[in-house]
């Protein structure tokens, strides 16, 4: 059974999410003054005292959207009423009692759930006699708080944890993976998401931007808990326009560092922007296991074979040319569930250790067939490597000198781990360190150098071409 869910509900502007990032205790929801941006439902676990219950954040009720989403909006808030155990009825004591909270009021006699009438804005003591304005709507004393000035938090909890079905339910159940859905507008993030959950959790539209926040959803699949966070469609930074879309691509960036795996959207009938490669470029320097996810591929597979657009992105893309590609279908649930295993695959990749005395023999037959090349009229010498992390796969190189070892030899080095070790389809981040002379004495017979064979002109050349193929991402 899963754990009892807070709805909040009210008109537009009494700062419901303001509301929710307060109890949920960290800035989850976008706040802006301007009505209407919350859409779809936003949830957060929030534990009190023993107990769990899930908040759920949603749009103004008697909005008027300006994408003429008012509907989808609409369904969302009737889909958190259904779900909710309690219903927090949120009003501003500000404005006082308006003809919209009188609609509310109305809508939510026919709801047989406890409702807690909450008058926010009371940012100081002599606001709080304006919440018994409220009072004449039914739901007995209203409750005077100020998410702003924190004025007010204790007392609602404890009416939320009075209102509570009793439940023997303790916490949320772990979740095993988390799952960053990212990409430009309109490439089918949220109809994944939708499809994975096999539910309507998020809004749908043709219309570009309709997704404004980053959106946790949880689901279950094989007897795992899973988290989904859909994201806004990212644009090119000088297009963004106000405060609203600021934050929906930083929200958007800090799904990608809190995810353990990322899937990078692509509309198959779009050809790659600069955005997605800057978003790729986001996901490279954070060293986040990838899945490259081509969708719509229904409306291309007759054209173009799965292999000919792998090589357009590969070309794209050549510094990630590890990251495995999906093609779906999102709209009919075509490959969606494939691409979930696929992951799991990826984060076990990413969890992997090696044994020291395997990677430095691999170390060993890679400097074998190809020496690091001289470097200030002095060659590298390579002691040992050990793997010190996982999540990202980390690798130390101890040397006689970092900065002898340049950035052409520190990726044949990581492509040689890729291709030996269980790292197949992950980043590996791999960190030089120098070592002193007294280090190796002290160290024994691990200080030794690898055995590093004579530089083979023939063979340097062939490696020299072979490594143009994957040219620097900032040549992309």
């Known amino acids: 059974m899963p754990i009892p869910q807070v709805a909040i509900v009210g008109r537009p502007n009494v700062g419901k999410s303001s509301l929710f990032n307060w109890l949920a205790g960290r800035r989850i929801a976008i706040v802006d003054p301007t009505a209407g941006v919350t859409r779809d439902r936003v ?14 954040d949603t749009g103004g009720i008697g909005i008027v959207d300006v994408d003429d989403l008012t509907a989808d909006v609409e369904k969302q808030i ?14 501003d004591a500000r404005d006082g009692l308006a003809p919209l909270d009188e609609m509310v009021s109305e809508r939510l006699r026919s709801i047989d759930k406890p409702i807690i009438c909450v ?14 304005d ?6 007995g004393n209203v409750l005077p708080v100020s998410a702003m000035q924190h004025r007010g938090k204790d007392e609602l909890l404890r009416l939320i944890a009075r209102a509570l079905p009793k439940s023997d339910d303790e916490k949320p159940r772990d979740v095993a993976m988390k799952l960053a859905i990212v990409g430009r507008r309109n490439t089918g993030k949220s109809t994944f998401i939708n499809a994975l959950a096999e539910s309507e959790r998020m809004i749908v539209s043709e219309i570009a931007g309709t997704t404004r926040d980053s959106v946790d959803v949880r689901f279950e699949s094989d007897g795992k808990v899973f ?9 090119k930074k000088g297009k963004v326009k106000g405060d609203i879309e600021f934050y929906s691509v930083a929200r958007a960036e800090r799904s990608i560092r809190r995810a353990d795996v990322v899937l990078m959207f692509h509309d198959s009938v779009m050809s790659i922007s600069q955005v997605d490669k800057q978003l790729a470029g986001y996901v490279l320097e954070h060293y986040k296991p990838a899945i490259f996810v081509v969708n719509k591929w229904d409306l291309l597979a007759k054209d173009l074979s799965t292999g000919e657009f792998a090589d357009y992105l590969r070309k794209v893309y050549p510094s990630l040319d590890y990251v495995p590609i999906a093609f779906i279908t999102a709209k009919s649930g075509r490959n969606v569930h494939p691409v979930l295993n696929l992951a799991q695959n990826l984060h076990k990749q990413a969890g992997a250790r090696v044994g020291t005395g395997d ?5 060993e037959k890679a400097i074998e067939d190809n020496p690091p090349p001289m470097r ?28 002898l070892i340049d950035n052409t030899y520190q990726r044949y080095l990581i492509k040689v781990f890729r291709d030996h070790l269980p790292f197949h389809d992950v980043p590996i981040k791999m960190h030089l360190r120098g070592k002193q002379r007294e280090d190796e004495e002290s160290a024994g017979t691990d200080a030794k150098p690898v055995k590093q064979a004579r530089p083979a002109r023939a063979k340097a050349k062939t490696k020299r071409k072979k490594e143009s193929g994957a040219a620097l991402w900032d040549d992309v």
């Open 43 to 56: 949830m957060a676990p929030v534990q009190l005292g023993e107990r769990w219950f899930e908040l759920v």
């Open 78 to 91: 009737a889909h958190a009423l259904d779900e909710a155990a309690v219903v927090i009825f949120l009003v």
């Open 119 to 132: 008058a926010n804005k009371c940012d100081s003591p002599e606001l709080e006699p304006h919440a018994s």
């Open 134 to 139: 409220f009072a004449r709507l039914g739901y």
């Open 227 to 235: 988290l989904a966070i859909d994201t806004a469609g990212i644009r």
């Open 359 to 363: 990677l430095n023999r691999l170390l």
């Open 376 to 403: 200030m009229n002095r060659r590298a010498k390579i002691f040992f490597a050990t793997q010190v992390a996982t999540y990202p796969p980390t690798i130390v190189l101890f040397t006689n000198g970092p900065q």
